[in-house]
């Protein structure tokens, strides 16, 4: 009898392990614009605010940097439980009045994407000098491209594979930039406005370099390193409450994810979204999705979810997003997340 006992605790125990890995096996990636009073409030977050996130991230994750979670995730070690990445767009001077004090004062790591052509070029854009301060001081630099345009806008007359190579030497060049100004090239790329399209995506992947988006969600060992989910922190997302949520929040393993080109045109029909869930840490049947904030219909088969997406009938960028509640990790849920652009009738993009 007791030789029963001991067995069934040894397998429940093991059962456990396994499903805890998920929780070593995942980050978050926090997305900031401008920490300032006086810029656009849809991009911005006070330097009150980020300093009452920064505490909350002392007190109850660890912070790391960007390029050890992204080595460690791809050689598929384990993380620390509830580990975060700081990361700025758009290399803004508030972030290094504002922001870099209070990251400073905390000894938390991050990386500021910029598009390096326009350092100490524009008034309100970093000058090499406040980079290389930066840089010694935990910051690290990575790419946001040779001008801070829509990537998917094609001049007249451009073909498709014009457009894809004329992308690539912006990235290149801007990379190069980078590299003879600190002396390092991670070939990370964070895509202005998180917008991009299969193609764009799968070269950037053959030319060696990682991406990054501003889709929602968490990062494990098993997400799409050409597109990472990052959690936008500013305007409407920057209340505590609500970041905390998504903060605590796992990368939904899932595979089989159903093909589709994340630029839709306009009045196009929109298929359903498709995928597998690969963990035995959460009920299928308890996969919610939502688009623009709506429940969507699902239905499920196996582990195989089937979501009806809502006609997307108005230019800019949507997004849609699957969570369930973890079964072992109490208020953890996991996050899945596909995002769709779509341009104006004239195709143009919105910012």
């Known amino acids: 009898m ?11 125990t093991c059962a456990l392990l396994s499903i805890n890995t998920w929780a070593k096996d995942n980050a978050v990636i926090l997305l900031y614009h401008h920490v300032s009073h006086s810029t656009p409030g849809v991009t911005s977050v006070s330097p009150e605010t980020f300093r009452e996130h920064m505490q909350y991230l002392a007190e109850h994750h660890q912070v790391l940097p960007l390029k050890e979670v992204i080595e460690t995730l791809q050689n598929k070690q384990p993380l620390s439980d509830k580990a975060v990445v700081i990361t700025f767009d758009d290399g803004y001077k508030n972030i290094y009045n504002n922001a870099h004090p209070i990251l400073k004062e905390f000894s938390f790591p991050y990386t500021i994407f910029i598009n390096p052509p326009l350092i100490g070029k524009v008034s309100y854009q970093l000058d090499w000098q406040q980079v290389k301060i930066m840089a010694n001081e935990g910051a690290s630099f990575a790419n946001h491209g ?33 590299k003879n100004n600190l002396g390092y090239s991670l070939k990370y790329f964070a895509y202005p406005y998180g917008e991009f399209d299969l193609k764009l995506k799968n070269r950037l992947k053959a030319s060696g370099y990682i991406g990054f988006a501003q889709h929602s969600g968490a990062i494990a060992s098993y997400s799409d390193f050409s597109a990472l989910p990052r959690y936008p922190s500013a305007g409407i997302y920057s209340n505590i ?12 393993p899932v595979d089989n994810v159903s093909s589709y080109d994340p630029k839709v045109e306009l009045y196009s ?21 939502f688009q623009n904030g709506q429940n969507l219909n699902m239905f499920l088969k196996g582990n195989t979810v089937s979501v009806d997406i809502n006609p997307i009938t108005q230019p800019g960028r949507h997004r849609v997003n699957c969570t369930a509640p973890s079964i072992s990790e109490t208020n953890r849920y996991y996050w899945f997340s596909q995002p769709f652009f779509m341009p104006t009738i004239e195709g143009k993009w919105l910012d």
């Open 241 to 252: 409450q609500s970041l905390k949520v998504k903060l605590n929040s796992l990368a939904m």
């Open 146 to 178: 040779s001008q801070h345009s829509h990537m998917l806008t094609k001049n007249k007359s451009e073909s498709e594979e014009s457009w894809l190579r004329r992308s690539l030497l912006e990235i290149e060049t801007a990379e190069t930039i980078l």
């Open 269 to 289: 029909d929109t298929e359903s979204l498709s995928f597998n869930v690969k963990t035995d840490d959460l009920l299928p049947q308890q996969i919610n999705c």
């Open 2 to 12: 007791r030789r029963t006992s001991d067995t069934l605790v040894m397998i429940l």
